[in-house]
């Protein structure tokens, strides 16, 4: 008898255990079904089913978002630091979230990101993966300008002069200054103070090994007196060249502390490049055959950088006043395009005996430097 009353005392409570577990189980049944989107053929009460059908979509739905967001996020880090591995970039930092405004307060899309969520996008700043070290008063503008015609080819426009003047301010900030380029275009910038500068290479170099450099050198006698007319223009009441060429004009000895001579000698500080880059990585461009052969001195520079011969003859025509070729189309324009008036200036007219002494005193560095590069300048002639 006893028996029989725990029996029958224990049923409801069994009852109502499997009753809780066949909902269980029902409900995670409808739950499936409208994951799969069929919840309209339901057996619940169209009141019921259609609210939690709508609930669920609005769940399924925001998951989703999130999942494609997240992948986005991660295809746009992964194919960066792949990008920044192959160039030997610093890699840009990870871990970013969605830009701001990307989710409405609904889980959705914002109207202003509609079609913008894209690996790709409109390009991204990278550090450059070629620079124009020197030298000055050397044709580093001309060549800028003639670059940039390259459709591959992104570059600023102004001296960043980071690796002299700016170090401090980091690479990020060196970043920010580079115009957003695309899977495949190369970005460059050029100061040409960074040749001469004796920290520059290891500076850059601990950027990126890889870098490409690219300088374009000139008759060292020319580029001083070139380099003194630019001076002059700015400052007329500074002393003569012939003054500030010789620390003493008798004995004629040349003043190597004067910026303008001191920059002319190519082959020391090639030695200080030639200690962090290879030969390789350095291309020297003639300043004097960027005028009489621009296409030829761009062919040069086109296939050192890696990039199909674009620039050719049909960009050019010879400006016979500012006696410097021009471009026939300059980016992003369809008229010509000849550099500003400060280029080309005419040079005073400099004792041919200080000439002469400077001539002499190059040689030797010249001889040095033509064996270094393996080319010959012809300076000298």
């Not at 189980?25 to 057996?43: G, V």
């Not at 690996?119 to 503008?141: E, F, H, M, N, Y």
């Not at 004995?251 to 200690?275: F, R």
């Not at 950088?305 to 410097?324: A, E, P, S, V």
Request: aromatic fraction near 10%.
């Amino acid at each position: 008898m006893a028996f029989s009353r725990i029996r029958i005392a224990d049923s409801p409570a069994r009852a109502r255990r499997a009753a809780v577990m066949l909902g269980s189980i029902l409900t995670s049944l409808i739950f499936l079904y409208c994951l799969a989107d069929r919840c309209s053929t339901a057996s619940l009460p169209r009141s019921a089913s259609s609210r939690l059908y709508d609930d669920l979509r609005s769940l399924r739905t925001k998951r989703l978002l999130i999942e494609d967001l997240e992948g986005y996020a991660a295809s746009r880090r992964s194919s960066r630091v792949l990008a920044d591995e192959r160039a030997g970039r610093v890699p840009e930092r990870t871990g970013e979230p969605p830009p701001p405004g990307l989710v409405s307060s609904s889980g959705k899309v914002s109207p202003g990101f509609a079609g913008k969520v894209s690996p790709l996008g409109d390009g991204s700043k990278k550090l450059p993966q070629a620079l124009i070290i020197g030298v000055k008063k050397g044709g580093t503008r001309a060549l800028l300008e003639f670059l940039r015609v390259h459709p591959d080819i992104r570059a600023v426009g102004a001296e960043p002069h980071f690796f002299d003047r700016n170090f401090d301010r980091g690479l990020e900030w060196y970043r920010d200054l580079m115009p957003k380029t695309l899977e495949g275009q190369i970005t460059m910038e050029k100061t040409p103070s960074y040749f001469v500068t004796k920290e520059a290479p290891a500076r850059i170099s601990a950027m990126s090994r890889t870098t490409k450099l690219i300088v374009v050198v000139r008759d060292p006698v020319t580029r001083a007196i070139s380099d003194y007319t630019q001076t002059l223009s700015k400052k007329p009441d500074i002393p003569s060249f012939e003054s500030l060429t010789f620390k003493n004009r008798t004995t004629g000895l040349i003043d190597t502390s004067w910026s303008a001579i001191q920059i002319g000698i190519y082959a020391k500080h090639l030695d200080n490049w030639l200690q962090y880059f290879p030969m390789e990585q350095i291309l020297f461009v003639s300043g004097e055959r960027l005028i009489s052969d621009p296409a030829g001195e761009l062919g040069r520079v086109q296939d050192f950088l890696g990039l199909k011969r674009i620039i050719t003859d049909k960009h050019f025509y010879f400006n016979q006043t500012k006696g410097f070729p021009c471009l026939k189309k300059a980016e992003g324009s369809s008229k010509p395009h000849c550099l500003g008036k400060t280029k080309g200036r005419i040079h005073p007219n400099i004792d041919p005996e200080v000439v002469q002494r400077l001539r002499d005193f190059y040689r030797p560095f010249n001889m040095k430097f033509y064996q270094m590069t393996g080319r010959f300048f012809g300076w000298e002639e």
